[in-house]
């Protein structure tokens, strides 16, 4: 009988340290001064897994595919949110690997819309980041430095209607191919719009939703925070009419969209 009761205990320091080991691989971490959380596991292997960031019944959900360390947004203001890394085990169900609690306490809620986050991937090396730099140089006004990226990104990226017919849930745009390729879909519109915004210091949001000039099917576009106040930018729909040789607005009404989602 003690044979058996050593064994017993042995098994079970083997489970504890296993679980403990496992958990010690998870990075959950709140970047409070900057309204963000940073996630880092070190083996994803083939599970589903996925970032919760709730507040007040809100509640946005991200997959995590891979062991960089990524970036997410605390774009719903100041307040309590509950953070949580889940799993999946099977079907629908999953289970709660950890969890933190968050306080945002921003001077400055804008300043959440200009970092690099899962959805607006970038880095100061990054080509298109380089050409923001290279469009904004000199420019004091930041409506001036809209301008110059709205232009450049209306005059070369083509939208991908191929692309749109087959892309995948899932999906996260690549602000580089983007660039190189000089096509995407609204996604990737959005996303290298925000990327080279955010990078000369303008916020910029990546929104998701439903517009007029979209016919109501679900988009994506860009709000820029200029003079004080939050304007719509799409360059998906003015791109068409730039290349086409005709004349559009930069600034859209928020009569003609209706967002479900921002980051």
Sequence with gaps: MKKIISILMVLMILVGSSIQSYASTQALQADTDNGLVRVQLDDVDGAKMLLLVEKDGVRYSYPITDTDINQFPLQLG???????????????????????????????????????????????????????????????NDIDKVKAIYNYVNQNIKYDYTKAKNVKSGYFPDIESTYITNTGICYDYASIVAAMLRSVGIPTKLIKGYSIPTKDIYHAWNEVYVDDEWKIIDTTVDSAYVQANLSTKMFKSFTDYKASKMY
Aim: proline share 2%; glycine share 4%.
């Design 78 to 140: 100041n307040g309590n949110y509950l953070v949580r890394i889940m799993q999946n085990t099977t079907g629908n169900s999953y289970k709660e690997l950890s969890r933190i609690d968050v306080t945002l306490e921003l001077e400055n809620n804008n300043n959440v819309f200009l970092a690099s986050i899962q959805d607006i991937e970038f880095d100061d090396t990054s080509l298109p980041i380089v050409k923001a730099k290279a469009l904004t140089k000199g420019l004091k």
